[in-house]
């Protein structure tokens, strides 16, 4: 299919342009003061600095690591805070947004906090200090919940019911075990549901320590974790809540997967509906084909957005699951990978029309998550 008539050229002429995942770099100093009782006590947070741990140190011995060498630990790439209203102000700005869904950065790994009623405090901490400083200066924002503890976690989301900043639940998805279709969960999809909030799954290098520790052992290098993992352990959870009739169960619930890349998405719903057209009673609740649901009640984020330099390919992927309808626009900012915003849209003007790049740039995004 060639190139369509268009009037977009460039980001000035879209609106609105939704960011769907800008991390914020929540730090110790930010979290530690709304822990609550008895965490604040046992970590004794007023005394921190007396105990003379590194600046942003001490919580990185609770949430744990992978240990690999990242271009910013090496010093060949560099990011910027984003840790307050002028922060998230300076990167709209930079990125020409008119909106986004601000998503946590250390807290992408409180699904590997192993102390689960201290995971359950760090959410609620965070939550708090993303509400009173952040979100109260007029921007839109995901909080997080817990996967160790679900029932917390739903009664987290029926307290926030009534924040209208709060736009999403987000599953740090990064190393949770078992994975997010088991019935566990169920309690956080219940809540989520009844709250009208879409579910968002980001997972984070990192977690491989969680879910593959024999594979995390024969890994030396950052790179061959961050490029199967994310991916790998998307697919991972969708399986598990497609055999589970996790979109049947809650048929008002979307799901928006985060920061996974865009290959792997038709493979994995040609391959599911092939192995689904054999093995139905694998998965006895879905009433259609797997893909079906995933195009009904899944939507994905952009970055990273591998391919960007062959944009036939890049289309010829986007086309393949209907990415006009369920692909929102992301940067990843402030990580040293991120896309820039008129990064995928040179390549989307060889293929979309101005409807559909629209709908991939914002308008999507304001339908899933009602701004």
């Known amino acids: 299919m060639g ?23 929540e730090q110790q100093d930010d979290i530690l003061p709304y822990l609550e009782e008895p965490f604040n006590k046992i970590l004794d947070v007023n ?46 700005e930079l990125l020409t947004l008119d909106d986004a869904i601000l998503t946590p950065g250390l807290n992408l790994r409180l699904g590997l906090v192993h102390h689960d009623e201290l995971a359950a405090g760090f959410m609620t901490a965070y939550n708090n200090w993303l509400l009173d400083t952040i979100l109260d200066e007029g921007y839109h924002g995901a909080m997080v919940v817990t996967p160790q503890k679900p029932e917390k ?16 639940v987000m599953i740090p998805g990064g190393g949770v075990h078992p994975p997010l ?6 309690p956080i999809y219940d809540a989520a549901e009844n709250a009208g909030l879409p579910v968002m799954i ?31 352990e998307q697919m991972w959870h969708i399986s ?73 390919y890049l289309c010829h992927t986007i086309r393949m699951f209907d990415g006009a309808e369920n692909l929102m626009f992301s940067t990843d900012y402030p990580h040293y990978d991120f896309d820039y915003t008129d990064t995928l849209l040179s390549s989307l003007r060889t293929e979309f029309d101005d409807d559909e ?15």
């Open 153 to 168: 976690s739903a009664e987290e989301i029926d307290r926030l019911v009534d924040e209208s900043r709060i736009k999403a």
């Open 181 to 186: 279709g088991r019935e566990q969960y169920f």
């Open 202 to 232: 980001h997972n984070a290098a990192t977690g491989i320590v969680g879910n593959y520790p024999i594979q995390w052992r024969g890994t030396k290098r950052y790179i061959e974790v961050h490029v199967p993992y994310h991916s790998a």
């Open 47 to 92: 005394n921190q600095g007396k105990r003379g741990q590194v600046e942003g140190g001490y919580l990185s011995q609770l949430y744990p690591s992978a240990g690999h060498l990242t271009p910013t630990d090496t010093g060949r790439a560099e990011t910027d805070d984003v840790r307050s209203p002028e922060d998230v102000e300076r990167a709209m």
């Open 240 to 312: 598990t809540m497609l055999t589970n009739g996790i979109p049947v169960r809650f048929p008002d619930l979307d799901f928006v997967i985060q920061e996974s890349g865009i290959g792997w998405i038709p493979y994995f719903m040609r391959r599911y509906d092939n192995e689904y057209s054999k093995k139905q009673n694998d998965a006895p609740l879905l009433e259609k084909r797997p893909s079906d649901y995933i195009r009904d009640q899944f939507f994905f984020t952009s970055q990273p957005t591998e391919g960007i330099d062959d944009p036939e």
């Open 357 to 371: 790049i629209q709908n991939i740039y914002g308008r999507t995004a304001s339908n899933v998550f009602d701004l």
């Open 3 to 25: 190139a369509k008539k268009q009037a977009i050229s460039s980001v000035n002429d879209l609106h609105p342009v939704v960011d769907t995942d800008l991390h914020l770099t």
